[in-house]
C-alpha cells in the first residue's frame, strides 16, 4: 500500500499570495496522482489528475507537478472561496488511498 | 449535469445492517465504472468501493471486505452499498462517485451520513 503524507497540515496565507501543498508516496505511483478540494460541508472536487492536467472547469490558478514519490498542489493568487481542506490521492497502486489532507485558510 | 443523490444513511446499532442507494442522472450510467467513498466525522477520505459497469467485478478495501456488497442496476442508473455487521468504526459520511481512469473520482454526491452507535 501506498501511503500517502501531506504537508503542511494547516497553511494560512492572505489573499493574494501563492500557496504550495505537497504530498509524499510511500511507494512510487508514477504520474497516477490526483488533488481534490473539499470546502466545509461540501463533497470533495476534482481538480488534477495524472499530477498535473487540470480538470473540466478548473482554474488555471490550481496547478499541478511531480511524479514517482513527490507531488506538489501550487494555488496562486488565493482567493477566499479557495478556503478548503486539499486531498492527494494516488491510483497507480492497489488499495487506492488518499492522503491526511492539508487546510488552507485565508486570513 | 452530472448529479449523484445518495441516500439510506441513518442510526444503526452495531451489528446491525443499512443500505446505500445512489441515483444518477446527467450521463450514460452503463458506460462507468462506480464508486463508493467515506469520511469518518472530522477526519480524511477512504476509497470503499468500485464496481464496473456491467458490475462483473468489484474492487473492495480490507476494512470492509465480507461485511459490504457492492451493486448495481444500469436500468435504473442507480447503485448500492449493502452494509452488514457494521462496526461503530464504519460511522462515516459515504459519497457516491463516478469514476474516471484511473481509477479517480470526478463527480460526487453530496453524501449520506451513518451512524453505528449504541
Known amino acids: 500500500e501506498s501511503v500517502l503524507t501531506q504537508s503542511p497540515g494547516t497553511l494560512s496565507l492572505s489573499p493574494g499570495e501563492r500557496a504550495t501543498l505537497s504530498c509524499r508516496a510511500s511507494?512510487?505511483?508514477?504520474?497516477?496522482l490526483a488533488w481534490y478540494q473539499q470546502r466545509p460541508g461540501q463533497a470533495p472536487r476534482l481538480l488534477i489528475y495524472?499530477?498535473?492536467n487540470r480538470a473540466t472547469g478548473i482554474t488555471d490558478r490550481f496547478s499541478g507537478s511531480g511524479s514517482g514519490t513527490d507531488f506538489t498542489l501550487t494555488i496562486s493568487r488565493l482567493e477566499a472561496e479557495d478556503s478548503a481542506v486539499y486531498y492527494c490521492?494516488?491510483?497507480?497502486?492497489?488499495?487506492?488511498?488518499f492522503g491526511g489532507g492539508t487546510m488552507v485558510e485565508i486570513k | 449535469e452530472v448529479s449523484l443523490v445518495e441516500s439510506g444513511g441513518g442510526l444503526v446499532q452495531p451489528g446491525g445492517s443499512l443500505r446505500l442507494s445512489c441515483a444518477a442522472s446527467?450521463?450514460?450510467?452503463?458506460?462507468?465504472?462506480m464508486a463508493w467513498v467515506r469520511q469518518a466525522p472530522g477526519k480524511g477520505l477512504e476509497w470503499v468501493a468500485h464496481?464496473?459497469?456491467?458490475?462483473?467485478?468489484?474492487l473492495y478495501v480490507d476494512s470492509v471486505k465480507g461485511r459490504f456488497t457492492v451493486s448495481r442496476d444500469n436500468a435504473k442508473s442507480s447503485q448500492y452499498l449493502q452494509m452488514d455487521r457494521l462496526r461503530a468504526d464504519d460511522t462515516a459520511v459515504y459519497y457516491c462517485?463516478?469514476?474516471?481512469?484511473?481509477?479517480?473520482?470526478?463527480?460526487w454526491g453530496q453524501g449520506t451520513l451513518v451512524t453505528a452507535s449504541s
Open positions: 511507494l512510487s505511483v508514477r504520474s497516477s
Open positions: 464496481i464496473k459497469p456491467d458490475g462483473s467485478q468489484i
Open positions: 446527467g450521463f450514460t450510467f452503463s458506460d462507468y465504472w
Open positions: 495524472g499530477a498535473s
Open positions: 462517485a463516478r469514476v474516471r481512469s484511473g481509477p479517480l473520482f470526478d463527480y
Open positions: 490521492q494516488q491510483y497507480g497502486t492497489s488499495p487506492l488511498t
